[in-house]
């Protein structure tokens, strides 16, 4: 009798062999659970030729104002010059922000673009990430030009 009791316990032993094995599967094929990218956003800034770009952008522009200013502090009062030098920082200022806006635009969307590429669902920032996640930030400073 014990033989045909082990017999009904074997095609129960094949399931859960069979269950082990589609889960160990998925498991090594990514499928189990979403897949989590980071990318290093200093290394972006540092490194993209877009946001190095927009630096020597705003670079040039203070240093044209910074010119500008010491050929007309001959020319100007104090109050005058002061109030051309407020003028200029505002205007530096409003630059400044629209091209982080602009940068920051383009990296969302250059971000979600190797994202989707890559099949990721999350993609997080690498220095608040502790651990794990597949590093797509090479990608997206090589799509930033």
Known sequence: MRRSGSNRRSPWRYGMLLIAALTLSLLVSGCAGPRVGVVE???ILNE?????SYQRQLDEREKAMATDLRLLSAQLTAEDLEARRQAYLRDLAEMKQSLETKLNDRIRATVAEVAKEQRLRVVLVKESARVGGTDITELVIARLK
């Not at 993209?48 to 190095?52: F, G, Q, Y």
């Open 48 to 52: 993209s030729v877009l946001a190095l």
């Open 41 to 43: 956003s200093r290394r």
